[in-house]
């Protein structure tokens, strides 16, 4: 199931690049596209703090999830301050989103976890009965 909807979320994010590259070469930037380009890369920043994070820093489960919680809204505020996604009176939503996609990572994060230890499990007690 992982695989399937890995693979789900990459083709669906190449056909929205080409799709997205078609329309700017025909009609150029409009503002939904420019939306969908502002979120990859926020998905980009976000995911090599995410990688430095974890390459670097060795912080119990919960701190570690506490702390990238308040840098991820950091970095969600003051990019969607400059591109105009938020202003001063409602900033707060950064917060809002980061955790709901915090909780939904965690989620997928906790199953594919557990397939991992099942499977290393699995192969443990077969080669103790090997």
């Given amino acids: 199931m992982r695989k399937i909807l890995k693979d789900t979320c990459i083709l669906a994010a190449l056909m929205i690049l080409v799709v997205f590259s078609c329309s700017i070469i025909w009609s150029g930037v409009t503002a939904e596209i420019s939306l969908v380009l502002a979120l990859f890369g926020l998905a980009l920043m976000i995911t090599v703090v995410n990688y430095l994070f974890d390459e670097f820093l ?3 489960i919960v701190v570690n999830y506490i702390v990238k919680y308040f840098v991820f809204s950091g970095i969600v505020m ?4 400059i ?3 938020f202003f001063p009176s409602n900033f707060w939503m950064a917060f809002i989103y980061v955790g709901v996609v915090l909780v939904l990572a965690y ?3 906790a199953f594919r976890v557990r397939k991992d230890i099942d499977y290393i499990n699995e192969h443990i007690k077969k080669e103790k009965h090997s």
């Fill in 58 to 60: 060795s912080l119990s």
């Fill in 78 to 81: 003051l990019f969607g301050f």
């Fill in 83 to 85: 591109v105009g996604w």
């Fill in 107 to 109: 989620v997928i994060d």
